[in-house]
């Protein structure tokens, strides 16, 4: 019983984290200056059209609540920090190389993660998403519009909203991995099959 209240409370929290992260998200809006709501929106959209990013963060938060504990919130924060420090890269006029190959990597490497069930320790997780989400940072900041700012808090709050539905996706069917795995393979070959497409 104790374990399971636990786990329980474990769940709870990371929940909290997570709706916290949404929240803060939003507050780009409440601190935007007259005007900047077409960029928050403009970012608030972008990772929402690209599939590969979807890919990707969906299955973050999806292997963040397999892994649990810690890091369920921990990796969906470190992917969008590193996200949004790879959009200042970009924003400051500096290409990162490889940065398509990298963003399709990221979409094979994660989506393999989740078809494994691979176990990680949370620095390591941690550590390979912050890899990967600065690849996708810059390739969105290369595209920022006048405001960062603005779309900056659109970008981090739209692939939040990824990274939750990965989530919730991993809690509501986590009597049934299998299926999560199943599901995730797909993912790795759309993955492998950008790699390709960008490598030829």
């Known amino acids: 019983m104790v374990s399971t209240f636990l786990s329980a409370r474990s769940r709870k929290r990371a929940l909290h984290a997570l709706s916290a992260a949404l929240i803060a998200g939003c507050s780009g809006l409440a601190w935007a200056h ?5 960029a928050f929106l403009h970012g608030l959209l972008h990772p929402l059209l690209g599939l590969d990013h ?13 892994l649990g504990g810690r890091s369920t919130w921990a990796l969906p924060v470190t992917f969008v920090g590193a996200m949004a420090a790879g959009a ?3 924003v400051m006029g ?5 940065t398509e190959i990298g963003i399709a990597l990221s979409v094979a490497a994660i989506g393999l993660m989740v078809a494994l069930d691979a176990r990680l320790r949370p ?11 600065v690849f996708h940072g810059s390739a969105h ?10 779309y900056a808090a659109g970008i ?9 539905s990965g989530v919730a996706a991993a809690v509501a069917l986590k009597a049934r991995p299998l299926v999560l795995r199943i599901a ?14 960008r490598l030829g």
Request: proline content about 4%; overall charge negative; glycine content about 12%.
């Open 184 to 197: 995730a393979a797909p993912m790795a070959l759309a993955g492998l099959a950008l790699l390709v497409n």
């Open 54 to 66: 979807v890919l990707a963060a969906v299955a973050v938060g999806i292997w963040a609540a397999r």
């Open 88 to 90: 200042a890269i970009g």
């Open 141 to 150: 900041g290369l595209e920022a519009a006048a405001d960062f700012r603005g």
């Open 34 to 38: 007259p005007g900047q709501e077409g």
């Open 94 to 98: 500096f290409t990162l190389p490889i």
């Open 123 to 133: 620095a390591a997780g941690a550590a390979l998403i912050a890899a990967f989400a």
């Open 156 to 164: 981090m709050l739209g692939t939040l909203m990824l990274h939750a």
